[in-house]
């Protein structure tokens, strides 16, 4: 069965780090786009990053910019997403999704419509 399962939420403190993993089961990530999205208590879900399979070209919106990265491991088929400098705004849940090719954005920033295999989120929670 094609899906994707995160997993690297927890409980931080403000200013701190994680690193989410993104696991692809039966497909491969490197012919893919797999980006990043999340979504707060009773707010729109925010698309946040994306890497393209093509040439890995990479996006990021405003609101994570300069603190996360997003990477591949080819040989194990997954993606990560580290973040750092960890702000109680990016409470949220975390999901990854994929689609072929390259990275469907707006601005930089991923559309949720665009990729049609999602995972079933990661709960991240910033908070002293």
């Known amino acids: 069965q094609v899906q994707l399962v995160e997993s690297g939420g927890g409980l931080v403190q403000p200013g701190g780090s994680l690193r989410l993993s993104c696991a692809a089961s039966?497909?491969?990530?490197?012919?893919?786009?797999v980006a990043w999205f999340r979504q707060a208590p009773g707010k729109e879900r925010e698309g946040i990053s994306c890497r393209s399979s093509t040439d890995g070209s990479t996006y990021y919106a405003s609101s994570v910019k300069g603190r996360f990265t997003i990477s591949r491991d080819n040989a194990k088929s997954t993606v990560y997403m580290e973040m750092n400098s960890l702000k109680p705004e990016d409470t949220a849940v975390y999901y990854c999704?994929?689609?072929?090719?390259?990275?469907?954005?707006?601005?930089?920033?991923?559309?949720?419509?665009?990729?049609?295999?999602w995972g079933q989120g990661t709960q991240v929670t910033v908070s002293s």
């Open positions: 999704a994929a689609r072929l090719g390259r990275c469907a954005n707006i601005g930089g920033v991923p559309i949720g419509v665009a990729y049609n295999i």
């Open positions: 039966e497909f491969t990530v490197d012919e893919y786009a």
